[in-house]
């Protein structure tokens, strides 16, 4: 149980343009999930928070009109990185914490998505 | 900003020995959280210790967690070259207890 999934696992694409990840909860519903971004050999940041229903919270220094985050259920949030540049390469994961078990539940991580852009 | 911060940043070892990593944080928590990532994987959670926790095993895990110290250190007993990965510490804080992620340690297992 608790499985989240991402799609696509890797995805190259051209400067300028755009890209959408998904992160999915398969067998469990999820109010929240979290986006972050790893580069390489580097610990996870944490991008923004996507609340099922509302706004995303972003957190300082992120660009919220650049990474659009839509969590348009309870099982999916979508990142959109628009405009695309080589520095927005990295590995984007995504995590859910299961609905109804309060905010010091633990939370489930997506595979990840390789992003590289040309 | 960084939480947690790992120590050793790598630690190579024999299968078969015992690896020990430490983790330190800087504010008050709730629960600390240890992960591993495999080489260009997701994470995936191992243990979790309460703050009223001193101590917790799971299988060939054990954690430990001083909150007057604010550290934590993780226990791989009878390592085996499956346990080369990445390791993390989180913490929880703040609104929805988003979690704040240490650098991690790189574990090698030699076999």
């Known amino acids: 149980g608790a499985v989240v999934s991402q799609h696509p696992s890797w995805v190259i694409c051209k400067s300028g343009t755009s890209v959408k990840i998904e992160c999915r909860s398969l067998d469990f519903q999820a109010t929240t999930m979290f986006w972050y971004r790893q580069f390489p050999k580097q610990s996870l940041m944490l991008m923004a928070t996507s609340n099922e229903g509302s706004k995303a919270t972003y957190e300082q220094g992120v660009e919220k009109d650049k990474f659009l985050i839509n969590h348009a259920s309870l099982t999916l949030s979508t990142l959109t990185v628009t405009s695309a540049h080589p520095e927005d390469s990295s590995f984007y994961i995504c995590?859910?914490?299961?609905?109804?078990?309060?905010?010091?539940?633990?939370?489930?991580f997506g595979p990840g998505t390789r992003l590289t852009v040309l | 900003s960084q939480q947690g911060e790992e120590d050793p940043q790598a630690l190579s070892i024999q299968e078969g020995e015992n690896a020990t990593m430490n983790c330190s944080y800087k504010?008050?928590?709730?629960?600390l959280q240890w992960y591993r990532q495999n080489s260009g994987r997701g994470l995936v959670h191992l243990i979790l210790?309460?703050?009223?926790?001193r101590e917790k095993h799971s299988g060939r895990l054990r954690v430990t967690l001083d909150t007057s110290k604010k550290s934590s250190s993780l226990l791989i007993t009878a390592s085996r070259a499956a346990d080369t990965a990445s390791y993390f510490c989180?913490?929880?804080?703040?609104?929805?207890?988003?979690?704040?992620f240490g650098k991690g340690i790189t574990l090698s297992v030699r076999p």
């Open positions: 989180a913490t929880p804080a703040g609104a929805n207890s988003k979690l704040t």
């Open positions: 210790i309460r703050s009223n926790e």
């Open positions: 504010t008050s928590i709730n629960n």
């Open positions: 995590s859910a914490r299961v609905s109804g078990r309060g905010q010091r539940s633990e939370q489930f």
